[in-house]
């Protein structure tokens, strides 16, 4: 039998005992509060880095299109005869987001578009009631965006109104249609998650939500009615134009029953000002942390289990549980660092596209603006001088005719960088003889090489075998390269063209004594839009295409193509094709 002292020894040991097990797992209940509050936090950090990076991208493509509309609608020599079908057309082709693009008269006809099957010609907005957006471009000179209106296959779009003028006159408007559900396939992904995303109007009026339980143009508060928490405050904020987290809490009788995390962002689109936002219940936060719960579980069953027996040992198990604990967060926090660091260095990476996107659009309205200026005043002086001689009116008309064929280039160049990054462009290849290729460059190079005096010095040794390739697109891969090393070259300076036999491909290399690049340069001396940063680029004028072509040229019938360049020195451009198949063959 136990004695009474026993009794009490026994007592309270197991009061001690007790005492520990309860004050471990307090201990442990409030770090578990601490880390999923710190979890809860990063997560919705990061997702409110991701919706920012979406919103953002979303606006810039949406504003990137407005802008090549209005790039054609600023005219200074009035509406063509074919009403803009042909700018429409290239525009249509190099957005790639219009459904349709319409070009509406002055008094209110569409008169032309593309895709013609969409396109209703002859309709009269006046005459048709429906003549308010035209209306309102022509009042205030100014983009118009629509809310989205249902179209007549069912799907919603907004309706682009780009007032076109001729100096100060209104000659009328352009229309483009962006479907809802174009963007939608482009942005939203859909997956198993229970996360979401939703678009609302500054009214707060439903324009897009991930789980399609909506009444399209309904107060997106008044989804779930009196049984919401905290929505409306994120609602108001998002109206505001404002960028943050939150979270609301779904009610049952009055109880929670869910808890929603909620990241937005605005997107400033025209007139038009949306609020992007991606919706998370928190059961995401703790599908982070499990496995920190789980171990946790398990040291705190461990260690009461060694209270039990072994109570000596409480300090040396709580010192391991901390440790592991520990770990375990700082490895779940540099997780959640480098997830950071990596949506950092994409948003860093498309500030700089969009730099350099601006500065190719600035590129090339100077570029089309140059030649049209020169054609204007040729034309003009044609006009006003009967009693012009004939050599001088042949003059005029050559440099009409050069510029077309500047323009011409120009867009040939910018559906040929479409045609690469789509894949669809076609090569015809045959058996080309490669100094044949030089020569009908340098034909075409003619003037250019004469205006600066350059010496060409052609080494292509008449043995070497032809190639299996594209003609004409060799023959402008010569010209791109050869024009590039005319412009960075000072007059009377020596381009030099050799090729060379290497296994089953031909080596080909161009290199000039000129002004070369740094490392820094040659680079990215193949990347869209790039311009190297001096005075003699500047003078000399090109878009930033022409090596990006080259390069897509090259790779897409298997050949490769490098660069190496010394400052003052020069640059040498090297690129490989393959040989006919019956030189590989004997």
């Known amino acids: 039998m136990w004695n009474r002292k026993s009794k009490w020894n026994l007592l309270l040991f197991a009061a001690i005992v007790l005492l520990l097990i ?13 880390v999923r509050s710190v979890v809860e936090e990063q997560y919705q950090n990061q997702q409110l880095l991701l ?13 990137e299109r407005v802008s090549l509309l209005e790039v054609i609608a600023k005219t200074d020599s009035g509406v063509p005869e074919d009403n803009f079908k042909s700018d429409i057309k290239s525009v249509y082709d190099i957005a790639g987001l219009f459904y349709v693009v319409e070009y509406v008269a002055e008094n209110g006809t569409i008169v032309s578009g593309y895709p013609e099957e969409y396109v209703p010609l002859g309709l009269n907005l006046h005459e048709n009631d429906v003549s308010y957006a035209f209306e309102h471009v022509n009042d205030t000179g100014d983009v118009y965006i629509t809310d ?9 779009g907004s309706f682009i109104w780009v007032p076109v003028y001729e100096g100060d006159i209104f000659r009328g408007a352009f229309i483009a249609i962006i479907k809802e559900s174009d963007l939608k396939d482009r942005y939203v992904v859909e997956s198993n998650s229970s996360s979401y995303a939703y678009l609302i109007d500054e009214r707060g009026r439903i324009l897009y939500e991930g789980n399609q339980n909506y009444e399209r143009g309904a107060l997106y508060v008044d989804i779930f009615g009196s049984n919401v928490s905290g929505l409306q405050e994120i609602i108001a904020e998002q109206i505001n134009g404002s960028e943050g987290n939150g979270k609301y809490f779904l009610l049952e009788n009055e109880t929670i029953y869910e808890e929603k995390l909620v990241s937005y962002s605005p997107i400033n ?17 703790d599908r982070l942390i499990v496995s920190v719960y789980l171990k946790l579980f398990i040291v ?29 967060v700082g490895e779940k926090t540099q997780e959640l660092k480098e997830s950071n660091e990596s949506l950092r260095a994409a948003n860093t990476k498309l500030k700089e596209l969009d730099r350099l996107k601006t500065e190719f659009l600035s590129i090339v309205s100077h570029e089309l603006k140059t030649p049209l200026t020169a054609m204007r005043t040729s034309s003009e002086f044609l006009r006003e001088s009967d009693e012009c001689s004939i050599p001088v009116r042949r003059q005029m ?21 479409s045609r690469i990054e789509s894949n669809r462009m076609k090569y015809h290849k045959e058996h080309v003889n490669v100094v044949e290729a030089v020569h009908t460059s340098l034909e075409m190079l003619s003037t250019v090489l004469k205006e600066k005096n350059m010496n060409v010095l052609v080494e292509i040794p008449d043995s070497l075998p032809s190639v299996y390739t594209d003609r004409d697109k060799l023959v402008q891969v010569f010209i791109n390269l050869l024009n590039n090393a005319v412009k960075f070259s000072k007059k009377n300076g020596t381009v030099r063209v050799s090729a060379q036999e290497d296994d089953d491909f031909i080596e080909i290399s161009v290199s000039d004594n000129g002004i070369g690049m740094s490392g820094e340069e040659f680079e990215k001396v193949f990347d869209k839009f790039y311009q190297i940063d001096s005075t003699s680029t500047r003078k000399v004028g090109g878009s930033g295409l022409g090596l990006s072509i080259v390069k897509g040229i090259i790779e897409g019938q298997g050949g490769t193509i490098s660069v190496t360049s010394e400052q003052d020195k020069g640059s040498t451009f090297v690129f490989t094709l393959k040989k006919s198949m019956d030189e590989i063959d004997g």
């Open 397 to 417: 008309l050559d440099i009409i005719i050069r510029n077309i064929d500047r323009q011409s280039r120009m867009v040939d160049d910018l559906l040929d960088v």
């Open 269 to 285: 689109w025209y007139n038009q000002k949306w609020s992007l936002a991606l919706t998370s219940p928190s059961s995401e936060v």
């Open 148 to 156: 989205p209106l249902k179209l007549m296959e069912g799907n919603y």
């Open 51 to 63: 919706t920012r990076h979406i919103a953002g991208t979303i606006e810039q493509t949406l504003n």
């Open 22 to 34: 309860s004050s471990i797992f307090f201990l442990w209940m409030k770090t578990n509060i601490e």
């Open 300 to 328: 705190a069953a461990v260690s009461a289990l060694f209270i039990v027996f072994v109570s000596s040992f409480v300090v040396i198990i709580l010192f391991n549980w901390s440790k592991s604990l520990e770990k375990e």
